[in-house]
């Protein structure tokens, strides 16, 4: 390792390597109790599916919040041939911090194969 001014800093061994570092975060994250974001996806997509009866195809979006987390999901609502004429519709997903569904409400619907007028958003 070494410092701004180039010289050497010995490796101080309480502090681990950077890939030891990450690895205990991630156990300390499994031991915690907390689910992590990819427990928390598939969660979130198992519920949806089981509310609206419809499977989620992606997550295209997924923050965390002051309550816990918010997604936007990918929903074929009708499969219609060919497929780039089925109708979509994003769904937004509300979690609380333990990953359990709290709401959802459809934002938008779309043909697959079209794009947004202007941007991701539509405006």
Known sequence: MSNTDGRSKPHDPQQGSPARTARRSTENDR?????????LLREARTQLAELT??????VSSFERTEEGWSLEVEIRELARVPDTTSLMASYQVDLDTEGQLTGYRRIRRYERGRADPRGSDGR
């Open 31 to 39: 031991t915690s109790g907390r689910p992590r974001p990819p427990e």
């Open 53 to 58: 009866g419809m499977d989620a195809e992606t």
